[in-house]
Protein backbone atom coordinates (compact mmCIF):
# COMPACT_ATOMS: atom_id res chain seq x y z
CA UNK A 1 0.00 0.00 0.00
CA UNK A 2 1.14 3.96 -0.61
CA UNK A 3 2.42 5.29 2.69
CA UNK A 4 1.98 9.32 2.61
CA UNK A 5 3.59 11.45 4.91
CA UNK A 6 2.93 15.04 5.19
CA UNK A 7 4.94 17.98 6.55
CA UNK A 8 5.36 21.48 6.21
CA UNK A 9 3.11 22.65 9.04
CA UNK A 10 3.29 25.09 11.43
CA UNK A 11 1.98 28.21 13.06
CA UNK A 12 1.58 31.25 10.83
CA UNK A 13 0.28 34.71 11.40
CA UNK A 14 -3.44 36.01 9.27
CA UNK A 15 -2.56 37.05 5.70
CA UNK A 16 0.85 34.42 5.84
CA UNK A 17 1.78 31.72 3.73
CA UNK A 18 2.57 28.17 3.93
CA UNK A 19 3.38 25.20 1.87
CA UNK A 20 2.66 21.74 3.00
CA UNK A 21 4.28 18.39 1.24
CA UNK A 22 3.20 14.58 0.89
CA UNK A 23 5.65 12.61 -0.09
CA UNK A 24 4.22 8.66 -0.93
CA UNK A 25 6.69 5.98 -0.38
CA UNK A 26 5.38 4.50 -4.39
CA UNK A 27 2.84 5.16 -6.57
CA UNK A 28 0.38 2.89 -7.98
CA UNK A 29 -1.65 3.03 -11.20
CA UNK A 30 -4.99 1.71 -9.89
CA UNK A 31 -4.90 5.33 -8.05
CA UNK A 32 -5.45 8.28 -10.14
CA UNK A 33 -6.18 11.08 -7.55
CA UNK A 34 -4.18 12.91 -4.59
CA UNK A 35 -5.80 15.50 -2.51
CA UNK A 36 -5.86 17.23 0.66
CA UNK A 37 -7.67 17.41 3.52
CA UNK A 38 -8.51 19.32 6.73
CA UNK A 39 -10.28 18.64 9.93
CA UNK A 40 -10.70 20.51 13.25
CA UNK A 41 -10.29 17.53 16.15
CA UNK A 42 -13.04 17.91 18.70
CA UNK A 43 -15.62 19.49 16.98
CA UNK A 44 -17.11 16.43 15.34
CA UNK A 45 -17.20 18.11 12.16
CA UNK A 46 -16.15 15.35 9.36
CA UNK A 47 -12.96 15.56 7.51
CA UNK A 48 -13.42 18.30 4.58
CA UNK A 49 -12.14 18.35 1.28
CA UNK A 50 -9.36 21.11 0.34
CA UNK A 51 -8.10 20.41 -2.82
CA UNK A 52 -7.99 17.62 -5.44
CA UNK A 53 -5.01 16.52 -8.11
CA UNK A 54 -5.87 14.09 -10.50
CA UNK A 55 -2.36 12.11 -11.46
CA UNK A 56 -4.10 10.58 -14.65
CA UNK A 57 -4.87 14.13 -16.06
CA UNK A 58 -7.45 16.87 -15.74
CA UNK A 59 -7.53 19.77 -13.54
CA UNK A 60 -7.28 20.66 -9.66
CA UNK A 61 -10.39 21.17 -7.98
CA UNK A 62 -10.56 23.05 -4.70
CA UNK A 63 -13.27 23.45 -2.23
CA UNK A 64 -14.85 27.00 -2.38
CA UNK A 65 -13.43 28.16 1.25
CA UNK A 66 -9.95 27.98 -0.03
CA UNK A 67 -10.79 29.09 -4.35
CA UNK A 68 -8.34 31.67 -4.91
CA UNK A 69 -6.06 31.68 -1.89
CA UNK A 70 -4.89 27.44 -2.00
CA UNK A 71 -2.79 25.81 -4.84
CA UNK A 72 -2.30 22.29 -5.26
CA UNK A 73 0.31 20.42 -7.58
CA UNK A 74 2.39 17.53 -7.74
CA UNK A 75 5.96 16.55 -8.89
CA UNK A 76 5.74 13.20 -10.67
CA UNK A 77 9.46 12.29 -10.49
CA UNK A 78 9.22 11.56 -6.93
CA UNK A 79 5.38 11.17 -6.08
CA UNK A 80 5.13 14.61 -4.03
CA UNK A 81 2.01 16.33 -3.58
CA UNK A 82 2.13 20.18 -2.63
CA UNK A 83 0.11 22.61 -1.44
CA UNK A 84 0.88 26.26 -1.59
CA UNK A 85 -1.57 28.00 1.00
CA UNK A 86 -1.52 31.48 0.94
CA UNK A 87 -3.86 34.73 2.62
CA UNK A 88 -4.52 32.00 5.59
CA UNK A 89 -7.22 32.71 7.95
CA UNK A 90 -7.68 31.72 11.48
CA UNK A 91 -10.41 29.31 10.08
CA UNK A 92 -7.89 27.47 8.29
CA UNK A 93 -6.28 26.08 11.39
CA UNK A 94 -6.82 22.31 11.47
CA UNK A 95 -4.86 19.08 11.24
CA UNK A 96 -4.71 18.66 6.69
CA UNK A 97 -4.14 15.22 5.46
CA UNK A 98 -2.94 14.03 2.14
CA UNK A 99 -4.73 11.56 0.76
CA UNK A 100 -4.73 8.75 -2.47
CA UNK A 101 -6.78 6.99 -4.51
CA UNK A 102 -9.06 5.81 -7.10
CA UNK A 103 -11.87 8.32 -7.51
CA UNK A 104 -15.43 8.22 -9.17
CA UNK A 105 -17.84 10.81 -8.04
CA UNK A 106 -17.59 13.41 -6.08
CA UNK A 107 -13.57 14.18 -5.92
CA UNK A 108 -13.90 15.53 -2.58
CA UNK A 109 -15.41 13.24 -0.76
CA UNK A 110 -13.08 11.16 1.66
CA UNK A 111 -14.43 7.73 0.95
CA UNK A 112 -13.02 7.58 -2.23
CA UNK A 113 -9.72 7.53 -0.65
CA UNK A 114 -7.98 5.03 0.67
CA UNK A 115 -4.13 5.77 1.93
CA UNK A 116 -4.01 8.37 4.19
CA UNK A 117 -1.16 10.14 5.81
CA UNK A 118 -1.02 11.02 9.63
CA UNK A 119 -1.56 14.84 9.30
CA UNK A 120 0.39 18.05 9.49
CA UNK A 121 -1.19 20.81 11.88
CA UNK A 122 -1.46 24.52 10.59
CA UNK A 123 -2.20 26.77 12.87
CA UNK A 124 -3.16 30.70 12.01
CA UNK A 125 -3.07 32.93 14.60
CA UNK A 126 -2.19 36.82 15.50
Known amino acids: QVQLVESGGGSVQPGGSLTLSCAAS????????MAWFRQVPGTGKEREGV??????????VYAGSVRGRFGISRISANNTLLLLMTDLKPEDTAMYYC?????????????????WGQGTQVTVAA
Open 99 to 115: AAGRVSGWVLDPKHYTS
Open 26 to 33: QWTYTYNA
Open 51 to 60: AYFPTSGGLP
